[in-house]
Structure formats: C-alpha cells, structure tokens
Nanobody, 127 residues
C-alpha cells in the first residue's frame, strides 16, 4: 500500500552536509498526510536506531540526542516526501539510512511502530 524510496545518500567528508529524501507512493484511500514518518539508521554490526520522526502534520518532531542540533527532519505533504537535512556530519553518522511510515499519529521513535519501510540509502562520512 505504501512504497518508500530514499535518495540523497553518498560519500562525504566530516563536516559536510547531505539532504536525504524519501518519496512515498501510496495506493490507498489515505493520503500522505495521514502517515507519521521517521528516519532510522543502521551501521554494520549494530541494531537499527532512531534518528528523527515527524507527526502527520509536522507540528511535532523528535530527534535522537546524537543528531540534535545537526539534523533537521521536514515533510512536504503536497509532494509526498519527507526530508532529512544532515549538517556537520561525523564519521559516526556512517550508516544505511531508512525512512519509515505508519498511520499511527507520531512522532514515533520505535522501529516496531512502523509498518512501511524503504530500502535504505548509504551515507558514508570519511574523517
């Protein structure tokens, strides 16, 4: 019912910026604005961890402490897209980044709360 496609990953140096996008294709009567959205990441050998989440209307946002002040999540409901602006990137931000969607009203910080996931986009930050 919901397909999510991430883009914008790449190889950058420490201190650089990247903007990730997640475009949603929805085949249901629900519109994109009925889905809470989140970003998670998974580094090799580690569990998937929460990065940022945004409520359906964008009025509530949560961030992981590790990215607070550096990352910004936003959404454009007219474009069915959620973004993750990542500034001041660090080598420890290296991971595959996934976006997720769910009809529960968020922000949702637990991966088990999400029904729909993208395939992920690789972000590599060199020192």
């Amino acid at each position: 019912q919901v397909q999510l496609v991430e883009s914008g990953g790449g190889l950058v140096q420490a201190g650089d910026s990247l903007r990730l996008s997640c475009a949603a294709s929805i085949r249901s009567i629900r519109t994109f604005s009925r889905y809470s959205m989140g970003w998670f990441r998974q580094a090799p050998g580690k569990e998937r961890e929460f990065v940022a989440a945004i409520s359906r209307t964008g009025d509530m946002i949560y961030y992981a402490d590790s990215v607070k002040g550096r990352f910004t999540i936003s959404r454009d409901n007219a474009k069915n897209t959620v973004y993750l602006q990542m500034n001041s990137l660090k080598p420890e931000d290296t991971a595959v980044y996934y976006c997720a969607a769910d009809t529960l009203n968020g922000p949702l910080t637990n991966p088990s709360q999400y029904d729909y996931w993208g395939q992920g986009t690789q972000v590599t930050v060199s020192s």
